[in-house]
Each structure stands twice: as structure tokens, then as C-alpha cells.
């Protein structure tokens, strides 16, 4: 689905290569590897900007708002090409207390930018109708945000959460998906390690969304473990995280590119469709 409304560049005239470069940019499925920024690292800060191998940047929201208090937005602190991916995934009680203008807040300063939102608990021990609001709570919110969006001609790419897990929920929310014209859908794959490894539930949930949805593409939010990637079904296209960057490459460009060329290759895109679990 895209959010995308006219960018404020052709309100003013004519676009630039730049602004048609970055429209494209924001419109297409961030596919490959993608690195997580971290506040407070000053090795990833350095590495990160004006590096010219890298073009999407990943950050969660509360960081990115703090960026943008001490810079203004997020283009003033990357570099002109570097696109941001903000993901509104955090821990219940932040999410529990963001309002609408703190989301409009940092959406009027992150554009052109890729947007995830979230909101609402669904977790699969809760009961039944605890989950039914937990995805309610979740369309209501991505709702406002695609019109909030639409309203304000933000230069934004609405990238979904999945949010469901089991076949019901899937079945039920199949018809706002296709309502929203959602073809590209991201996991949170953090949640499935914070208590252990349950890596099997994150790729029987993913199984679920390709067999019922048919997406076209999908985006794990840290996740960059090469054989649990593999693992994952072909519609597995991108990725972003941080761990494994800083323990395989020294913040070294050359291991960088050998590194993220390897994960591409190998583990990305490369499961099959439907697997066993």
C-alpha cells in the first residue's frame, strides 16, 4: 500500500532528480540488509553517516525523536542520499503512552521516509478477545496514521507490521490488508528472543502470513542471524539489525560489503514458501 501523498517539492515546481530518486526510493520495499542505529555509539554514528554504501538506515521512534530534537529532522542528521526506516515498535508501556502528537510530531520531521507503526498488545497467551482488541487497537491506529499522512501530503511509505500470528487472525484481518492495498508486510522478530530463542513460532507466524496473505514481500525487524534467515520463507526480503554488523565487521567497510554480500546471497530470499515446523 502506498501512503504516499504528493511530495512538497511538486507543490513547489518542478521535482529534481534527487526528489524523484527519493520517491523512489521510499516507494520500493527496502530489500536487503539494513543497519539499526544505536544511540550513544559514536563508532556507528561515524561509520553510518556519509557512507555511500549504505542507503536505508533503521531507527526506532524514540531514538529518532531524540535526533530530531537536537538536529531538527532526521535528513539534517544523514547524509542527502541515506533514507530513514522508523519503526514505532518498542516496549508496551511506550507505545501505551504515545499520543497522536507525538506521532505527528516525528512523522512532519522524518520525511521522505519509510514509516512502521504500531499499537496494541497481541500476544498468544492472552485470551481470545484480549488479542480481537489488541488488533482492533492496532488497525485504528494505522488507519489514522495512512490519514493522517494523506491529509498532510507527507512524503511517507506506510510499511505495515503484520501484528497477527495465528490463522484466524490472519483470516481476519485479510480484508483490512486488502482494504489498505498492503502488499509488503514487516515482523518484529525481537519479541520472539526477548525470553529465550522461539524462533520456531517466528517462522510458523511468517508461514501463516505467506499461506494466507500472499504477500510479496516481507521485512524482519532484528533479525540478522544468517541461518535463522535461511530458515525463513523466499518472501523474506529484507532485513535490519545491529548485533550481528558488530560482531562480524569491526565497523570495517570492506568486511561490511563482504558480510552483508554473503547475507544477501545466502540467507535472504532463500527459503522455501512454506516449510515444515
Not at 195 to 219: M, Q, S
Request: net charge negative; aromatic share 12%.
Amino acid at each position: 500500500m502506498s501512503s504516499y501523498s504528493t511530495p512538497p517539492s511538486t507543490c513547489r515546481g518542478q521535482q529534481t532528480l534527487h526528489d524523484v530518486a527519493t520517491s523512489h526510493l521510499i516507494r520500493q520495499f527496502p530489500a536487503g540488509v539494513i543497519l539499526r542505529y544505536e544511540a550513544d555509539n559514536d563508532r556507528l554514528e561515524e561509520f553510518i553517516l556519509r557512507n555511500t554504501l549504505i542507503t536505508y538506515v533503521m531507527f526506532n521512534f524514540c531514538d529518532a525523536m531524540e535526533l530530531i530534537g537536537e538536529h531538527g529532522s532526521l535528513h539534517a542528521y544523514l547524509s542527502d542520499w541515506q533514507i530513514p526506516i522508523v519503526t514505532a515498535t518498542e516496549k508496551d508501556e511506550i507505545l501505551k503512552n504515545r499520543t497522536r502528537d507525538d506521532i505527528r510530531h516525528l512523522l512532519k520531521r522524518i520525511q521522505p521516509a519509510v514509516y512502521v507503526p504500531d499499537a496494541g498488545k497481541v500476544y498468544g497467551n492472552d485470551l481470545e478477545y484480549k488479542q480481537r482488541g489488541g488488533l482492533q487497537e492496532y488497525r485504528v491506529r494505522v488507519d489514522w496514521v495512512v490519514n493522517e499522512i494523506e491529509r498532510q501530503g507527507w512524503e511517507i511509505e506506510v510499511l505495515p507490521l503484520a501484528k497477527a500470528m495465528e490463522p484466524w487472525q490472519f483470516k481476519e484481518m485479510l480484508p483490512w490488508y486488502r482494504e489498505h492495498d498492503f502488499q509488503n508486510f514487516a515482523f518484529y522478530a525481537r519479541q520472539y528472543y526477548t525470553h529465550g530463542n522461539r524462533f520456531n513460532a517466528l517462522r510458523k507466524h511468517t508461514n501463516n502470513l505467506v499461506d494466507i496473505v500472499d504477500p510479496e514481500n516481507v521485512f524482519m525487524i532484528a533479525l540478522h542471524g544468517k541461518t535463522h534467515l535461511r530458515k525463513l520463507p523466499s518472501r523474506v526480503n529484507g532485513a535490519s539489525g545491529l548485533k550481528q554488523f558488530i560482531d562480524n565487521c569491526d565497523y570495517d567497510n570492506e568486511q561490511f560489503e563482504q558480510w552483508r554480500t554473503d547475507l544477501e546471497a545466502n540467507s535472504l530470499n532463500a527459503g522455501d514458501d512454506l516449510l515444515e515446523y
